[in-house]
């Protein structure tokens, strides 16, 4: 049986998140079900939901649960923030040491979740879910899938259902993850990043029983914005003068061919040749921009360097740091230089680990 949280300072293992927006006719029957799974679980776990500034009861309803059962939390928006903001205060504010994510429609199946925690223990930090058979109309599914092949293509990680809610992620590969806009979908791209193993399982989707879907075509236009912003940082973000450098060299290139041009009108008759030549002006102009493109680069450059010394980031992520137990007995000449004894190193000639996020 999985173990209760009487206490407020006994931190979960597993924190499940879901994601609620005007679903009153759901939350019912989604928790009893969820409880249902989780129960079953040998392991500790609170149910965190994330009440999107719901208009239609869903809050009362959700403070009613929390009320009655000790796993249950519930963070309220005072207004609509959307689907983005709802999944960085699940991040936020979930205890757990692995952050399951869930819509609140009854479209996710909760019975997927251990499925999504048997993966994860085979070494996984990522496991995201796929939508094979997705129950929804043929205007969300197609734009969809399309989205999804640029996205993977774009992102270099081929997961088929980037928009699938229902993920689950170790807490170290997201902890320090600030969602804008969109980008909630990109979150196994940031985890990708820092050298997170990702994974990807099929999982059941269920057609909506209550309520209407909040989909729009808009969505879509939205996303694809956020993915060139995320292309920009992931590929330039520590080095943005490769970016306008490269840049840089492509207007270069094309001023060097139309001066050539320029020149070969000159020396090779019957082409006229005029001093105000338009293709003389645009090599001109182009090697201009070239050189202001430089600029902002170096601009980029000393801006990224400042923000990474100022807020003590590094630019590497560290898995873990495994050190040696000293050798006793052997006394050294430079006492300065001797280890000090750390936390965690017995004499049993073992090696201590300790693991950063």
């Known amino acids: 049986m999985a173990t209760r949280l009487k206490h407020p300072e006994i931190a979960p293992k597993l924190s499940v998140v879901v994601l609620v927006f005007n679903e009153a006719e759901s939350i019912a029957p989604l928790h009893e079900e969820l409880m249902g799974v989780l129960e079953a679980l040998d392991i500790a776990f609170e149910v965190l939901y994330i009440d999107d500034g719901s208009r239609d009861g869903s809050t009362e309803r959700l403070a ?42 009854l ?22 879910g796929w939508r094979k058979d ?35 992620y170790h807490r170290d590969v997201i902890q320090d993850v600030k969602l804008y806009g969109e980008m909630h979908r990109f979150i196994p791209v940031y985890a990708s990043w820092v050298g997170a ?39 330039y973000s520590t080095k943005p003068i490769y970016f306008f450098g490269f840049a840089a060299f492509g207007l270069w290139a094309l001023a060097l061919v139309f001066a050539a041009i320029v020149i070969i009108q000159k020396l090779l008759p019957p082409y006229p040749f005029a001093h105000n030549n338009p293709l003389l002006l645009l090599a001109v102009f182009l090697a201009i921009v070239g050189v202001q493109f430089i600029l902002m680069g170096l601009l980029a450059e000393l801006s990224i360097r400042t923000y990474h010394e100022s807020q003590g980031k590094t630019t590497y992520v560290v898995r873990e740091i495994i050190e040696g137990t000293p050798v006793r007995g052997h006394a050294s000449s430079r006492p300065a230089l001797q280890p000090s004894p750390r936390r965690g190193e017995g004499g049993n000639g073992r090696p201590s680990v300790r693991t950063r996020g």
């Open 197 to 235: 193993r990702i994974a990807e399982i099929p999982v059941n989707h269920r057609p909506r029983s209550f309520g209407k879907s909040k989909y729009s075509l808009s969505r879509t236009s939205r996303v694809m914005l956020d993915l060139m912003t995320v292309k920009l940082l992931g590929s």
């Open 134 to 168: 997705r129950q929804d109309d043929a205007a969300r599914v197609l734009p969809s899938r399309i989205a999804n092949w640029i996205i993977a293509r774009v992102t270099g990680l081929p997961l088929h259902d980037f928009g699938c809610t229902l993920k689950a």
């Open 107 to 128: 479209q996710n199946d909760p019975h997927d979740i251990p499925r999504l925690l048997e993966r994860m223990g085979e070494g996984y930090d990522v496991v995201s």
């Open 64 to 105: 009613q649960l929390a009320h009655k059962d000790p796993h249950v939390r519930v963070v309220s928006f005072r207004r609509n923030f959307g689907q983005t903001a709802a999944v960085q205060a699940g991040i936020d504010n979930a205890r757990g040491e692995i952050l399951a994510f869930m819509d609140g429609d």
